[in-house]
């Protein structure tokens, strides 16, 4: 510090010391009052725990979807899931909040998300009737949601299924526990 | 006078300095065309900030009102279409510009020392636009831009390590919604247009520190003002002039329907300038397992070369130097440019992808002619709704998923993927739904009712064509009673049947002893027997016959008592309750039956035809 050169006792040397030190811790005070609420404001997401994802519809996470009969041995039918849904200060009431693939094999029925797990698009049937197939960038998954080509990081994403006697009998319904997972990872990861 | 005033102007802000040293700063080698390109992208830019702020002040950012207020913008404002085109446009104009500019420099090599920092201030105002086009895309929160912002930012994800909280941070959580509008509107026209102004200050004034970089052989100078700024008017006016071309040409920016988070195919796209990157994830050596090498890997790899250029010169000689970086830029271009062929022929050639588009554009058309219908309208829960409470689009598609297992509508089943792959119609075993309820539909199944359109396809349910052949029903008391029947439909759903009947126009109505002695055989209406006593066969109850109360019930309780109860369990049709039914599907479905809904665009009617 050119001060330094000066005699220790000064007076002026201390008060500019003082000055230039103080003029740094309040700039410092400044810009950290705005900095740490601004950073949490903005990181607010990752910082609050449940963030804006909020769909819980039945405790549970299982939602009807379908009834055994609505479908055919081998064929697969899309439905959408119906949850309450919170988009950031809106509270929806039951409304599509994402789509499911389902397919039955006797009285078997597996669920797969349609969100497909390369980028995220909609996964939809494929042009030849045999196959998941995603508008996107192409990525091909067969009935048993094994991906049949290389675009995509893993299968499609299978979701829980239970089966629900209906009051009436012998025509359960189709529960199905709807998750998003991360895309473009080989590991199917929940999003939480 | 005038002298005086800017004389005393001077003396206060010296403003005559300031301008002739923005003015008459020497253009070294003289004034030159190939120099106007900086000038046109600041010009791009100049149209993007007054039509960005225009757009601001009737732009409204949420999920719910974004696309309606873009909608607004687009066919209801005076003007509005050209302000949005003239930004639509003049993004793409920037970006071409830009990139024209990068070129030049490239090719003049005055991205080198000792002008690497400008080089570099310019690679940063090329991220910042492209940050610009990517946050603008998602604005409209329709279909387009809903989906291409899932990809673009699931890509942000696999970033390792940071990636999947930078993308919650972008994203506002993990759904997307109100938080990322709110966000990527915070971003476009509050953070990007800042650093711009910012960033493009320290360009300006590191490039008057070194001026042009002139051909070797070019000699003496002009000042900037007149001769180059002369040129850079030009430039800009035919800058603005195409911007404003493509505007008209296109009648204003493009609108998809509104985002619907539950499509099950919409075929996401991005712009035009990401289609090459959009393509290399179409291939396998770059998905996948892989998926990092296209979407980060190499983008990254790429945008470090473009830095490092300035520092080429370092390791090789001069014209080595520069020679590579051309190539490297020249050998980007091409490859940019085939794989943007690629992504064009592909979809051209791709059967699946013009069917979802086609799907989509169904979807856009009748959003954009809902939204601007006086019945219609953009409803006050959101613009999403435009589709979701449309009878005929929400209401057709619940019918589809439904209903059309068994019953037809307008004479048609859906087609179904069968066993072999080959698509087939389903088979009817119930009623044609088109019409269920109204007047015409009645008409129609009391002249006949074992036609396939009423109860011909359906097992059991003969009543009708018995009564058919035993009625004694002469054709003007036929139209008596039919009248009678219709009057059903119009049941309010608080209505008792007693209320019902003290109506004037219900006691008085000459089909009602007709009715009685007729219908009255088989159908109960009341309790009392004042309607009928019934039980001559099994019917259901028709008080309210047509109404929304009566289909409603029919829907959720098929076999109670007052409806088909007696029909053989097999041949019962399922009830269906609010899980597998939502009260606002029922609603369209119920409007769609009795034809309550805006019909189709006439315009597009036609063109389908
Ligand atoms: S998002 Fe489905 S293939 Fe890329």
Not at chain 2, 89 to 112: E, S
Request: aromatic share 10%.
């Amino acid at each position: 510090m050119d001060g330094s050169s000066l005699t220790p006792t000064s007076p002026g040397t201390d008060r500019r010391t003082f000055h230039k030190i103080a003029s740094v811790v309040f700039g410092s005070i400044l810009g950290l009052v705005l900095t740490i609420p601004g950073a949490a404001f903005v990181l607010s997401p990752v910082l609050k725990r449940s963030g804006s994802s909020g769909d819980s519809g039945a405790d549970d996470g299982f939602r009807p979807i379908a009834k055994l009969s609505d479908l055919e041995e081998g064929i697969p039918r899309v439905f959408p899931i119906l949850g309450k849904s919170t988009d950031a200060w809106v509270r929806y009431p039951e409304e599509p909040i994402g789509s499911v693939w389902v397919i039955r094999k006797g009285k078997e029925v597996t669920a797969y998300s349609a969100e497909c797990p390369h980028l995220g698009c909609a996964v939809g049937l494929g042009p030849d009737g045999n196959s998941f197939y995603c508008p996107c960038h192409t990525s091909s998954f067969g009935f048993d949601g094994q991906a049949k080509n290389k675009i995509p990081p893993r299968g499609m994403d299978s979701l829980e299924v239970k089966l629900a006697a209906s009051p009436s009998g012998d025509d359960p319904e189709i529960l199905v526990k709807f998750l998003r997972f991360r895309t473009a990872v080989p590991e199917k990861t929940p999003l939480v | 006078m005038f002298k005086r005033l800017s004389d005393w102007l001077d003396d206060r802000t010296g403003y005559r300095h300031l301008l002739e040293e923005a003015l008459d700063e020497p253009v070294k080698g003289g004034a030159r065309w190939r120099y106007v390109f900086g000038s046109a992208v600041t010009t791009a830019f100049m149209i993007q900030l007054v039509t960005g702020v225009l757009l601001m002040t009737s732009y409204s950012p949420s999920s719910s009102t974004a696309w309606g207020s873009v909608y607004f913008i687009s066919y209801e404002m005076v003007g509005g279409w050209f302000v949005r085109g003239l930004h639509h446009f003049g993004a793409q104009a920037m970006v071409v510009l830009l990139f024209l500019h990068l070129l030049q420099v490239l090719i003049a090599g005055a991205y080198r020392s000792p002008r690497e920092v400008n080089w570099w201030l310019g690679m940063v105002l090329l991220f910042i636009t492209l940050a610009f086009s990517l946050t603008g895309y998602l604005l409209p929160w329709d279909q387009k831009g809903y989906w291409a912002t899932k990809v673009a930012t699931n890509i942000m994800g696999i970033t390792p390590v940071v990636g999947p909280y930078v993308q919650k941070v972008v994203v506002g959580g993990n759904e997307y919604g109100n938080q990322t509008l709110t966000r990527f509107y915070g971003i476009h026209v509050g953070v990007l247009p800042g650093l711009l102004v910012l960033t493009l200050a320290a360009h300006i004034a590191v490039f008057r520190r070194h001026g042009v970089t002139a051909p070797e052989k070019a000699t003496g100078s002009d000042p900037f003002w007149p001769k180059q700024v002369f040129m850079d008017t030009v430039a800009s006016l035919a800058v603005l002039g195409v911007v404003a071309f493509f505007a008209i040409a296109e009648r204003g920016a493009p609108l998809d329907a509104p985002a619907e988070p539950s499509s099950s195919d919409y075929p996401a796209r991005p712009e035009w300038y990401f289609l090459s990157l959009f393509q290399m994830l179409k291939r396998p050596e770059f998905a996948g397992e892989n998926e990092i090498i296209g979407a980060i890997i190499v983008p990254g790899a790429i945008v470090t070369a473009l830095f490092a250029f300035p520092l080429l010169d370092k390791i090789f000689p001069r014209k080595l130097g520069h020679f590579l970086a051309c190539s490297l830029v020249f050998a980007l271009v091409g490859v940019a440019g085939l794989l943007t062929m690629q992504a064009w022929k592909e979809d051209a050639a791709n059967a699946d992808f013009q069917v979802t588009r086609a799907k989509a554009d169904v979807a856009r058309k009748r959003a954009l002619f809902l939204a601007g219908h006086p019945e219609a309208g953009v409803p006050p829960e959101g613009s999403r709704y435009v589709l979701l409470n449309d009878p005929l689009y929400a209401g057709s598609s619940v019918l589809e998923r439904k209903c059309l297992s068994c019953h037809y509508y307008d004479g048609k089943g859906v087609l179904e993927r069968g066993h072999d792959g080959k698509m087939v119609m389903t088979k009817q075993i119930a009623a044609d739904l088109k019409g269920f309820g109204t007047r015409p539909w009645l008409e129609g199944l009391l002249a006949n009712p074992s036609d396939a359109k009423y109860f011909g396809s359906t097992p059991q349910l003969s009543g009708m064509a018995q009564w058919k052949k035993t009625t004694k029903l002469k054709p003007d008391e036929l139209k008596t009673v039919t009248d009678f029947v219709a009057e059903f439909a119009k049941v309010g759903d608080e209505e008792t049947i007693d209320d019902w009947l003290s109506r004037n126009e219900i006691s008085e109505h000459p089909g009602l002893e007709l009715f009685k002695k007729d219908c009255g055989r088989c159908h109960t209406v009341d309790a009392e027997g004042i309607l009928g006593e019934g039980g001559e066969v099994e019917a259901p109850n028709l008080f309210g016959w047509g109404s929304p109360r009566w289909v409603r019930r029919m829907i959720r309780h098929p076999n109670a008592a007052d409806r088909y109860g007696y029909l053989e369990e097999k041949d019962q049709m399922p009830g269906f309750g609010q899980t597998e039914l939502s009260d606002r599907e029922m609603s369209v479905l119920i409007r769609l039956f009795s034809g309550q809904y805006v019909p189709d665009d006439p315009a597009t009617a036609a063109a389908g035809h």
